[in-house]
């Protein structure tokens, strides 16, 4: 539904983004995820037809976007960061008025502004002046304008910034209820914001594409970090030199304070992070190690990588992990 293929935009002697592909199937959510300033909003624009690219090609529902800019806007729904209102609008007349933009027929209008409230649950909104109304609110109308023609290919720029939690949850519902019908690129900064809403992530860092998967594979990629949180009676350095050389360990590392982040519960008590190497699960091992050295262990809990350890590791390290189609193609050579 949306290829985006070897994507850049080049200010002067600035390059926004770099060499940028991926695609959105029909009927997904993609989070487009990265930090402030790696591009996503460049991105974003450029899929909207409302910047040019310097190179590389973008396709939505079939048609090129600088080729047919018209017959994709025509296809699309778009969400800039801040909603594109008239707040002396009430919210019915808004809509209406973006269906006549957007080419709707006569006849459908009434049917296809009545259906956008609803989906965006602003029935008792929808004569209520938008300047009026609170910021939650205004970003459900921004959404209902994005949808109201019914388009194929939905494009959100960062649409929960600057909500209250009660409001983020809304529009992650909202957003949620869209999949299947619509397609959907999502950009944001907010993890839980991806986790909890898209089928796949595309992380972009420093304008580069540097990783595309489902967020279960790419946790499962930096399965390097998962392991255990220890709590133990004895020396920190002394259980070090028991556990590292375990078969099934890749490092053990001291934690300066108590588990979970918490200041620590007694003087005489240590903390540990034990990493295990990928595919091992040497739990057993470590119990046994630690009670024949005479360690007491007051807690051991199971730690996994998280999307946010996917997150921190390829926006802070030069670093790149496989995409999907690699994956599928290793997964072939291993058979």
């Known amino acids: 539904m949306i290829e985006v293929d070897g994507l850049s935009k080049i200010y002067g002697s600035t390059t926004a983004i770099s060499n940028v592909s991926f695609n959105v199937e029909q009927g997904e959510i993609l989070g487009f995820l990265g930090p402030n300033g790696a591009g996503k909003t460049t991105t974003m624009r450029i899929l909207a037809g409302y910047l040019p690219a310097t190179s590389g ?12 800019s018209l017959l ?10 801040t909603p594109p209102l008239y707040p002396e609008m009430t919210v019915e007349g808004f809509l209406y008025f973006v269906t006549r933009i957007k080419g709707v027929p006569a006849g459908d209008r009434t049917t296809k502004v009545r259906a956008a409230i609803e989906r965006c649950n602003l029935e008792d909104k929808r004569n209520v002046i938008i300047r009026k109304l609170s910021k939650g609110y205004r970003q459900r109308v921004g959404i209902a304008q994005a ?19 009660r409001q983020i949850i ?18 944001t900064h907010i993890l839980p914001e991806v986790s909890m809403t898209c089928n796949r992530v595309a992380i972009i860092n420093r304008g580069k594409v540097v990783a595309t998967n489902t967020p279960e594979n790419l946790m499962t990629q930096l399965t390097g970090g998962s392991g255990y949180e220890l709590e133990i009676a004895g020396e920190p350095a002394l259980a070090k030199q028991v556990l590292q050389n375990l078969a099934g ?13 918490h200041t620590p519960i007694a003087d005489n008590r240590g903390y540990l992070r034990v990493i295990s190497q990928p595919g091992s699960e040497p ?7 630690l009670v024949r050295a005479g360690f007491g262990l007051y807690e051991m809990r199971r730690v996994s990588a998280t999307l946010e350890d996917v997150f921190l590791q ?11 189609v690699e994956d599928e193609a290793k997964e072939g050579e291993a058979a």
Do not use: F, W
């Not at 090609?57 to 047919?68: P, S």
């Not at 809304?170 to 950009?187: C, M």
């Open 147 to 165: 949808i109201v023609h019914d388009p194929p290919a939905i494009i959100l720029d960062e649409p929960t910034v600057g909500l209250d939690p």
């Open 72 to 81: 994709v806007r025509q296809r699309i729904g778009y969400l800039p960061e």
């Open 314 to 324: 390829l926006t802070t390290e030069e670093r790149n992990l496989p995409s999907e």
């Open 57 to 68: 090609t973008v396709r939505i529902a079939g048609y090129d976007v600088h080729e047919n």
């Open 249 to 261: 360990v890749s490092l053990v590392e001291s934690m300066p304070s108590g588990m979970h982040g």
């Open 283 to 289: 739990g057993h091992e470590i119990v046994m190690a």
């Open 170 to 187: 809304d529009v992650r519902n909202l957003i949620k209820s869209l999949a299947g019908t619509h397609t959907i690129i999502l950009s």
